[in-house]
């Protein structure tokens, strides 16, 4: 009965490490960070960053305060 147990535990545990992991990536802002955002709108905001390999892109920050929506918009386009 024992030896069932080691088998069938290390069998578990084998399974586990072969399964693929989901990891989800937070979107970042290269420009202002969500603290700065959550200062200047008052509360905790949601993200949405849009970033090319060039920085160019938009970021918004968006609060929800009732039936209004406070956003903080930033686009950057990169001159050559």
Same mark, same amino acid.
């Given at each position: =009965?024992?030896?069932? $147990? *080691? #088998?069938?535990?290390? !069998?578990?545990? =084998?399974?586990?490490?072969? $399964? ?5 990536? +937070?979107? *970042?802002?290269?420009? #202002? /960070?969500?603290?700065? %955002? ?6 905790? %905001?949601?993200?949405?960053? /849009? %970033? /090319?390999? +060039? @920085?160019? @892109?938009?970021? *918004? !920050?968006?609060? +929800? ?7 903080? *918009? #930033?686009?950057? /386009?990169? $001159?050559?």
């Amino acid at each position: =009965m024992l030896n069932a $147990m *080691r #088998i069938s535990s290390k !069998f578990v545990l =084998m399974l586990a490490l072969l $399964m693929p992991a989901e990891c989800y990536a +937070q979107a *970042r802002c290269p420009w #202002i /960070n969500e603290a700065t %955002v959550r200062g200047v709108l008052g509360g905790a %905001v949601a993200l949405t960053a /849009n %970033v /090319n390999d +060039q @920085g160019s @892109g938009v970021c *918004r !920050f968006s609060l +929800q305060q009732g039936a209004a929506v406070l956003e903080l *918009r #930033i686009s950057v /386009n990169v $001159m050559e």
